[in-house]
């Protein structure tokens, strides 16, 4: 604790820009990791510990002939009587006596850059299920080249594939992965009455055109988004108009809106269709992440926001964790902290913390304001501005090779729905299947190089370029994985399956999919299940958010009039993404 609250501030404001791994470290000597400063550098240790006096780095930092810092502004006596302090205590440390960053840099570049998930994209032949299996199984995949891919991957470990789920099975399944509610019962017993060939098209195509559907995929994204219609932190202020933002991506979802066009519009719709409100409440998605009004420092509110930002545009769209580049080059994935802020400089100009009025209707969006230019932050510190960046997209992403004119929004939202951005375009294949299944291909959260390399990586590949043929159509590839064999197998034991107990020992965590997995519903689902089987489910869409009656336990520990319940009782029981 004396560490944390007294010593490291000292650290980082007065030492790691020329003693870190961030840096080309002077006289070799590491202040930033407990094996740094216990090695000591080219004049020997830096601590004797217990012992003040005898300690080369208290000697440097009271000198008054060669002071450390060198330049700027020389520690006060208190900073110096808790180094002192610290130093009697037997300098305690809790970074750990091995820390990576001793070492300037832990990532080999170009070993890096040839990573599976920075590849191009190539086009995938779809396996020939006759030569698979000689021709016994060629109706199970014959329709859809994804059972030939799984087929294909099954045979190698000795699988064969498993049932096919009954019907009843089959329509409590889709119902629930396409709208997030149950079918009722009069559903269930149509489904299975109808016998002919087109049933599953049929109900397939019917819950793709229910209004539920985008409220239940709308829920996927706006998790994603970490979309909220309060500000978080301990105020946890209200946002009166963020629902827009949410009812614009049910609706977006519900029409089918181009996946491409989708992402597009949430990063600079204000600048592609400037004369649609519509598309510029799209931008909500910039500014859904947490926020601190009433910080005292609008530079550190700005600050923290634009990386909040900038991390967030990384993950969702790039699958990478570029947010840990923000105070030093990524320890593991070729992304250095030039280019973390390189990307976050196309949204500095337009960030505005204030809701803003576009056509007739306000809210909070992205719109363009005076330029402004983008500093590196030393060690990621918003009082400590570097060199000045331009724009620019992640190099380690950027097979096209183009680099932006202006340095807008809008540039940046084309290039990552390039048709051969291949990160990009693995990543939302990769997050479809996911909600399909309840298991990705690959870690959705991280493509970089500590994430988890795909199960089926031409499938993968085959699925990313099928998007943009398939128009970019989000309808198209949910029709395309539900009607499939491999997502209509049973997930539980059938007595007719001879080779379950092979099935289970061969592929214990489902990873070559020789069957389906069962799903939890999420607390959202849960909640709307229980609605609606009971006949309470208010069916009411959009507008602002409702709140419920909360239990005494939470109402509690909130601050006065924090948490006004709804008037309406019916809206308290709306679907929970309202």
Same mark, same amino acid.
């Given at each position: 604790?004396?560490?944390?609250?007294?010593?490291?501030?000292?650290?980082?404001?007065?030492?790691?820009?020329?003693?870190?791994?961030?840096?080309?470290?002077?006289?070799?000597?590491?202040?930033?990791?407990?094996?740094?400063?216990?090695?000591?550098?080219?004049?020997?240790?830096? $601590?004797?510990?217990? +012992? /003040?006096? @005898?300690?080369?780095?208290?000697?440097? *930092? #009271? =000198?008054?002939? %060669?002071?450390?810092?060198?330049?700027?502004?020389?520690?006060?006596?208190?900073?110096?009587?808790?180094?002192?302090?610290?130093?009697? $205590?037997?300098?305690? +440390? /809790?970074? @750990?006596?091995?820390?990576?960053?001793? *070492? #300037? =840099?832990?990532? %080999?570049?170009?070993?890096?850059?040839?990573?599976?998930?920075?590849?191009?994209?190539?086009?995938?032949?779809?396996?020939?299920?006759?030569?698979?299996?000689?021709?016994?199984?060629?109706?199970?995949?014959?329709?859809?080249?994804?059972?030939?891919?799984?087929?294909?991957?099954?045979?190698?470990?000795?699988?064969?594939?498993?049932?096919?789920?009954?019907?009843?099975?089959?329509?409590?399944?889709?119902?629930?992965?396409?709208?997030?509610?149950?079918?009722?019962?009069?559903?269930?017993?149509?489904?299975?009455?109808?016998?002919?060939?087109?049933?599953?098209?049929?109900?397939?195509?019917?819950?793709?055109?229910?209004?539920?559907?985008?409220?239940?995929?709308?829920?996927?994204?706006?998790?994603?988004?970490?979309?909220?219609?309060?500000?978080?932190?301990?105020?946890?202020?209200?946002?009166?108009?963020?629902?827009?933002?949410?009812?614009?991506?049910?609706?977006?979802?519900?029409?089918?809106?181009?996946?491409?066009?989708?992402?597009?519009?949430?990063?600079?719709?204000?600048?592609?269709?400037?004369?649609?409100?519509?598309?510029?409440?799209?931008?909500?998605?910039?500014?859904?992440?947490?926020?601190?009004?009433?910080?005292?420092?609008?530079?550190?509110?700005?600050?923290?926001?634009?990386?909040?930002?900038?991390?967030?545009?990384?993950?969702?769209?790039?699958?990478?964790?570029?947010?840990?580049?923000?105070?030093?080059?990524?320890?593991?994935?070729?992304?250095?902290?030039?280019?973390?802020?390189?990307?976050?400089?196309?949204?500095?100009?337009?960030?505005?913390?204030?809701?803003?009025?576009?056509?007739?209707?306000?809210?909070?969006?992205?719109?363009?304001?005076?330029?402004?230019?983008?500093?590196?932050?030393?060690?990621?510190?918003?009082?400590?501005?570097?060199?000045?960046?331009?724009?620019?997209?992640?190099?380690?992403?950027?097979?096209?090779?183009?680099?932006?004119?202006?340095?807008?929004?809008?540039?940046?939202?084309?290039?990552?729905?390039?048709?051969?951005?291949?990160?990009?375009?693995?990543?939302?294949?990769?997050?479809?299947?996911?909600?399909?299944?309840?298991?990705?291909?690959?870690?959705?959260?991280?493509?970089?190089?500590?994430?988890?390399?795909?199960?089926?990586?031409?499938?993968?590949?085959?699925?990313?370029?099928?998007?943009?043929?398939?128009?970019?159509?989000?309808?198209?590839?949910?029709?395309?994985?539900?009607?499939?064999?491999?997502?209509?197998?049973?997930?539980?034991?059938?007595?007719?399956?001879?080779?379950?107990?092979?099935?289970?020992?061969?592929?214990?965590?489902?990873?070559?999919?020789?069957?389906?997995?069962?799903?939890?519903?999420?607390?959202?689902?849960?909640?709307?299940?229980?609605?609606?089987?009971?006949?309470?489910?208010?069916?009411?869409?959009?507008?602002?958010?409702?709140?419920?009656?909360?239990?005494?336990?939470?109402?509690?520990?909130?601050?006065?009039?924090?948490?006004?319940?709804?008037?309406?009782?019916?809206?308290?029981?709306?679907?929970?993404?309202?």
């Amino acid at each position: 604790e004396f560490f944390e609250s007294k010593i490291r501030p000292i650290f980082v404001n007065n030492c790691y820009e020329c003693h870190s791994s961030d840096t080309k470290a002077k006289a070799d000597l590491y202040l930033d990791s407990k094996q740094g400063i216990l090695k000591g550098g080219d004049s020997g240790p830096a $601590l004797k510990l217990g +012992d /003040p006096g @005898g300690s080369l780095f208290i000697e440097r *930092i #009271k =000198s008054a002939i %060669d002071p450390m810092p060198p330049s700027g502004a020389a520690l006060d006596p208190d900073q110096i009587a808790d180094l002192e302090t610290w130093v009697r $205590l037997g300098a305690p +440390d /809790p970074r @750990g006596g091995s820390n990576a960053a001793v *070492i #300037k =840099s832990q990532v %080999d570049r170009e070993k890096a850059k040839k990573h599976w998930a920075f590849q191009i994209l190539h086009e995938q032949k779809v396996p020939d299920v006759n030569s698979i299996y000689g021709g016994k199984l060629k109706n199970w995949a014959k329709h859809n080249p994804i059972d030939a891919f799984v087929l294909q991957r099954l045979r190698q470990s000795g699988l064969g594939v498993a049932l096919e789920a009954d019907r009843c099975t089959l329509v409590r399944r889709l119902t629930f992965n396409l709208t997030g509610l149950p079918p009722t019962p009069i559903e269930i017993n149509d489904f299975i009455k109808d016998t002919s060939p087109e049933a599953y098209k049929k109900l397939v195509d019917r819950l793709l055109a229910s209004p539920a559907y985008g409220e239940h995929w709308a829920q996927h994204w706006l998790d994603l988004a970490r979309f909220a219609e309060t500000d978080g932190f301990e105020h946890d202020k209200v946002r009166p108009n963020a629902w827009r933002y949410r009812d614009w991506v049910i609706k977006a979802l519900n029409d089918d809106l181009p996946y491409n066009q989708f992402v597009q519009l949430q990063i600079a719709g204000d600048q592609l269709r400037p004369d649609d409100p519509q598309s510029a409440i799209a931008t909500g998605f910039l500014l859904a992440g947490q926020d601190m009004p009433d910080i005292n420092l609008l530079s550190e509110r700005r600050h923290m926001v634009l990386n909040e930002m900038t991390a967030t545009v990384g993950s969702a769209f790039l699958g990478l964790t570029v947010g840990c580049a923000q105070c030093h080059d990524h320890k593991y994935d070729p992304i250095t902290q030039r280019e973390f802020y390189q990307l976050r400089a196309f949204f500095e100009s337009d960030l505005q913390l204030k809701e803003q009025k576009t056509g007739k209707l306000t809210a909070r969006v992205m719109q363009r304001g005076k330029p402004i230019s983008t500093h590196r932050m030393i060690r990621g510190d918003f009082r400590r501005p570097g060199e000045i960046v331009r724009a620019d997209y992640p190099a380690v992403a950027n097979h096209s090779g183009i680099h932006p004119k202006r340095g807008e929004r809008r540039e940046l939202a084309v290039w990552i729905t390039r048709a051969d951005n291949a990160l990009a375009l693995r990543v939302a294949a990769n997050r479809i299947w996911l909600q399909h299944f309840g298991q990705p291909l690959a870690t959705p959260e991280d493509f970089g190089t500590q994430g988890q390399p795909p199960t089926h990586p031409a499938l993968l590949d085959w699925l990313a370029i099928e998007l943009p043929r398939r128009k970019w159509s989000l309808k198209a590839m949910h029709r395309l994985i539900v009607t499939n064999a491999t997502y209509k197998q049973v997930s539980l034991k059938d007595g007719r399956d001879a080779a379950w107990s092979f099935r289970l020992q061969t592929d214990p965590g489902k990873d070559f999919w020789s069957r389906q997995i069962r799903r939890r519903l999420t607390g959202e689902m849960l909640r709307d299940t229980m609605l609606a089987v009971s006949g309470s489910l208010n069916k009411r869409k959009g507008g602002a958010g409702v709140r419920p009656p909360l239990p005494t336990e939470i109402t509690s520990t909130l601050l006065r009039n924090q948490w006004p319940v709804s008037k309406d009782e019916a809206d308290h029981r709306r679907r929970s993404i309202f």
